[in-house]
């Protein structure tokens, strides 16, 4: 039990369609973070965001759009998504972006799949 | 800039062998440095971690110890099961904040 959630577990969606992805922390942090894992790659951190505030989009395509409400909860809004986007989207969260309280705790992560 | 590197895998073993997985860092200052695990279907978790020289991390049997002469991190088990076939990210933490990964080593441990 991490004390970070994320749904849907699974998603599969066309590539017209649109979705998100939630991802919520119970754990009193003030950091929330998207990562990409796509097979044969390294982890790719995609947005941060620090006290709901986005620090961080690594030149990320518009068509992955984060919102982030409050501290605890993280959204990753999907539309017109491209079949090499299917890969496991993981989330994050730590005390704060600051060296020295930036242990990360990620979550189950979601398998996404674009036909 | 900062990064890690770590060995390609898979790494395959038999239950009970000794495992090290070598990680190597380049980074400014006096970066934390961390060993994540990611087990089947399943997101990272934190496995140990190390925040200065010389000190050593520990957990479930694994161990690894900050070697800044060396810049290395190295992980190991003495005797390793089944159970801990995963794939293992070493990671760094710069004093300016960001984490940085490595590329992740697969782990296969047969009985």
């Known amino acids: 039990e991490t004390g970070v959630t994320q749904t849907p577990r699974h998603l599969v969606m066309g590539m017209t369609n649109k979705k998100s992805l939630k991802c919520e922390q119970h754990l009193g942090h003030n950091a929330m973070y998207w990562y990409k894992q796509s097979a044969k790659k390294p982890l790719e951190l995609m947005f941060v965001?620090?006290?709901?505030?986005?620090?961080e989009n690594n030149s990320v395509p518009s068509r992955f759009s984060p919102e982030c409400p409050n501290s605890s909860h993280l959204f990753l809004h999907l539309h017109t998504l491209q079949p090499e986007d299917s890969a496991l989207y993981l989330c994050?969260?730590?005390?704060?972006?600051?060296?020295?309280?930036?242990?990360?705790?990620f979550g189950p992560g979601t398998r996404l799949t674009v036909l | 800039g900062d990064s890690v590197t770590q060995m390609e895998g898979p790494v395959t073993l038999s239950e009970e062998a000794f495992l090290t997985i070598n990680c190597t860092y380049t980074a400014t200052g006096y970066p934390s440095l961390f060993w994540y695990v990611q087990y089947p279907g399943e997101g990272l978790q934190l496995l140990l971690k190390a925040t200065k020289a010389d000190d050593k991390g520990s957990n479930k049997g694994f161990e690894a110890t900050y070697r800044k002469e060396t810049t290395s991190f190295h992980l190991e088990k003495g005797s390793v099961q089944v159970s801990d076939s995963a794939v293992y990210f070493c990671a760094l933490s710069a004093s300016w904040g960001k984490l940085q990964f490595g590329a992740g080593t697969q782990v296969v441990v047969t009985p």
């Open positions: 965001y620090n006290f709901k505030e986005q620090t």
């Open positions: 994050a969260s730590s005390l704060s972006e600051l060296a020295g309280y930036n242990e990360q705790f």
